[in-house]
């Protein structure tokens, strides 16, 4: 290897911390708290009932979350982002995730329709509208089993208990299919205080990308973000935000992942995620 190609060639990213879905993280050797995010080419929906291969996609989706973090750093928000180190892979400070989905709502689209069928699609809420929902897999919270994974939390801030919710059931004629002592969600009580900061970092986040948005003639109308804390206890925008993360509409037609949740061509698909990296690429 002559010294151009040492220069050029990606940092060698260290062990393998842990695989999801659509990413694999890595420590970053020779940094004691910073990982490498990669994004892979898997697809997937309806917690991965549906799965696809896009060769494309990591690319589309790592410049996606980049540009995305980029914008929301420019605006003073808390972001795990560091900087792009390749074509799939942007490095973060290591992060302990905390088990939240937290969805912000300009308009009512995809499953607020089914918890509120009474609400036409494309509702506006001109206060935005956030959920927190507790991000869980196989059914099962801590040896609890559940009803449906990712269900929608109900309570009071502070309170003692934490009531799980069916996200695709009408909310009206249910009633929480468990409810949990705060303290089997919480790691501490002490967390209570971060679901304020949690609420307002996400509604910013979405008013900053909604300006984003309107400036390319899309309008965003619901993003969902997930947070972590640094080696030093802060609060931060965690996770990727990509065409996964949020709804777009461009003339009334969704840009975003709904198409592949509809069951749309492949070919179409990876049209938009293109389409939204390259528009995102002017935020
Ligand atoms: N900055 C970060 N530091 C540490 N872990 C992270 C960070 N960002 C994301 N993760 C974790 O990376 C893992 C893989 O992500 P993903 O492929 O989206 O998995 P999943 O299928 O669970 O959504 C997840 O467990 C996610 O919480
Ligand atoms: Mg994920």
């Given at each position: 290897m002559n010294a151009n190609t040492a220069t050029a060639a990606p940092r060698p990213p260290g062990a393998l911390l842990a695989e999801g879905k659509t990413k694999r993280i890595y420590r970053l050797a020779g940094s004691a708290d910073l990982v490498a995010l990669v994004a892979k080419d898997d697809i997937t929906a309806g917690d991965g009932a549906k799965h696809d291969i896009i060769p494309e996609k990591g690319a589309l989706a790592n410049r996606t979350t980049c540009n995305v973090f980029r914008a929301l750093k420019a605006a003073g928000l808390p972001v795990a982002f560091e900087r792009q180190d390749g074509p799939t892979s942007f490095i973060a400070p290591g992060c302990t995730m905390l088990p939240y989905e937290v969805v912000t709502r300009r308009q009512a689209h995809g499953s607020y329709l089914k918890r509120h069928p009474e609400i036409a699609k494309g509702h506006v809420f001109a206060k935005l509208l956030v959920e927190f929902y507790l991000k869980t897999?196989?059914?099962?919270?801590k040896g609890k089993p559940l009803l449906a994974d990712d269900p929608l939390m109900e309570f009071v801030e502070g309170g003692a208990e934490i009531k799980l919710l069916?996200?695709?059931?009408?909310l009206l004629s249910q009633t929480p299919f468990l409810v949990l002592p705060a303290s089997d969600v919480l790691?501490?009580?002490?967390?209570?205080?971060?679901f304020p900061e949690m609420r307002r970092i996400a509604c910013e986040a979405f008013v900053v990308l909604e300006q984003a948005w309107q400036r390319q003639g899309g309008t965003l109308v619901d993003l969902k973000v997930e947070f972590g804390t640094d080696a030093k206890g802060r609060l931060l925008l965690a996770d990727v935000i990509d065409n996964d993360s949020w709804r777009v509409l461009e003339d009334g037609v969704y840009i975003d992942k709904q198409v592949y949740r509809d069951g749309g061509a492949l070919n179409d698909v990876v049209a938009n995620y293109r389409r939204v990296a390259d528009l995102t690429d002017r935020f």
């Open positions: 897999k196989d059914k099962n919270w069916n996200p695709a059931k009408p790691c501490s009580n002490d967390e209570w205080k971060i």
